[in-house]
């Protein structure tokens, strides 16, 4: 419940203490923001967790902040001015007063155009979820140190000029929006499958970020992009109890118990895409809401349209032909046409993909058609190859499992 209310408490604490100090104040808020986790850990160990766990965190952050800038208060960078105990500046008509969300106005202001947009979601990523630069090397497929000088250089650009990153205008947020709605899929995606050690699923950062998509399509309801992602999220939060069975063990897709499923989630994910559905722009996020919906309404895995789902995968690797994607596809091919398409696909996304040729899940895709040949060996050394790089404990017991098999 602790590591969960940190993990979540983060990205509230940062953006809190940014909006009351200043944007450029925004590393030492990260570090103000890790101080007051870990007094709360060691307090609350001896003490309890208190009544108020979130008050406690904002106002033990809020006290550290300003003794920190007391300290500093010679510094340019920071004023004594800054110190107002107010709890919302006033801006010209922003989107900070339409949302009244911290969270959703970081994402915003991270999402400059100063800054280029891979920059923007490791920006995001790492200020809202708190992740370290090995878990974003993990869920970007990027080298650490590629990771580590993306957020270097923008967050120096911060400190040279924080006014590049001030809260848009309502009516000058829309060139921002695509970039806004990257990065929550792909906060989504890094809580559905979680690169930590421990979790598989980190449920409280799927929620965090269906929440901010839902709060987003108040204010965009004519954006068809954001219902099309909410359905998305929908759909793939509705599967979330049969994933995992009570030993804590992976289920694989094709073994989850359907009766599991939340109903009501997929029918409000059918609501939102059909809604999504009225606008004339077709997104990545609709095509990946219409693959999510196949599995959901199929009755069993056997009886899945994998037709449709393969003809929705080749739309959306022409609409973005990322080799993640690929991968994906390459995984339906082994489905609807057989094993031997689906090696032949991996084998050349591995030799020609400098980016997934360090990707665990090609590896055990692999791995598993290997094993459908009754090649053993092939299959073992790609399950071995898989273990290697995750660093999720979960994966690594399933991976065993199959080489045990």
């Not at 990260?30 to 101080?35: N, P």
């Not at 200020?127 to 990771?147: C, D, P, Q, Y």
């Not at 109903?263 to 409000?268: F, M, T, V």
């Not at 059918?270 to 199929?298: D, F, K, M, R, T």
Request: with cysteine.
């Amino acid at each position: 419940m602790v590591d969960n209310l940190f993990r979540k408490e983060y990205g509230n604490i940062v953006s809190f203490l940014t909006s009351k100090f200043g944007f450029n104040f925004l590393e030492s808020a990260q570090d103000i923001t890790q101080d007051t986790l870990l007094l709360a850990f060691e307090k609350w160990k001896e003490d309890g967790v208190p009544n108020n766990p979130k008050g406690w965190l904002l106002t033990v952050a809020k006290n550290k902040a300003i003794n920190f800038v007391k300290r500093e208060s010679k510094s340019q960078a920071l004023k004594t001015s800054q110190l107002k105990d107010q709890d919302v500046f006033t801006y010209d008509i922003t989107l900070h007063q339409q949302i009244e969300d911290g969270m959703l106005e970081m994402i915003f202001r991270c999402c400059s155009n100063s800054i280029k947009i891979e920059s923007q979601i490791i920006l995001v990523l790492n200020i809202l979820g708190g992740f370290s630069r090995k878990e974003l090397a993990s869920a970007l497929v990027l080298e650490e140190e590629t990771i580590k000088k993306r957020l270097y250089r923008a967050k120096k650009k911060i400190r040279e000029n924080d006014k590049l990153f001030q809260t848009p205008n309502i009516e000058k947020s829309a060139d921002r929006l695509n970039s806004v709605l990257n990065s929550l899929y792909l906060l989504f995606n890094q809580g559905y499958n979680s690169t930590s050690n421990e979790n598989l699923i980190r449920k409280d950062i799927c929620t965090e970020a269906l929440r901010l998509t839902q709060l987003l399509s108040n204010f965009y309801d004519k954006e068809y992009r954001v219902r099309a992602l909410l359905a998305l999220m929908c759909f793939h939060i509705a599967r979330f109890e049969s994933r995992i069975d009570d030993k804590g063990a992976i289920v694989l897709f094709k073994d989850q118990d359907r009766t599991l499923w939340s109903r009501e989630l997929i029918n409000k994910g059918i609501v939102e895409l059909s809604a999504a559905s009225e606008g004339q722009i077709l997104s990545s996020y609709h095509l990946e809401a219409g693959i999510a919906l196949q599995h959901c309404i199929a009755n069993s895995y056997e009886s899945t349209d994998w037709e449709t789902i393969k003809h929705l995968y080749l739309q959306l690797y022409n609409f973005k032909s990322s080799p993640v994607i690929k991968l994906n596809l390459a995984v339906v091919e082994g489905i609807t046409e057989g094993p031997k398409k689906a090696i032949e696909i991996l084998e050349e996304l591995k030799n020609k993909s400098k980016r997934l040729s360090k990707y665990y899940l090609l590896y055990a895709s692999l791995g598993e058609f290997y094993k459908q040949l009754n090649r053993n060996e092939d299959a073992k050394i790609n399950f071995k190859q898989a273990i290697e790089l995750t660093h999720n404990q979960k994966e690594k017991e399933l991976l065993l499992k199959k080489i045990n098999e």
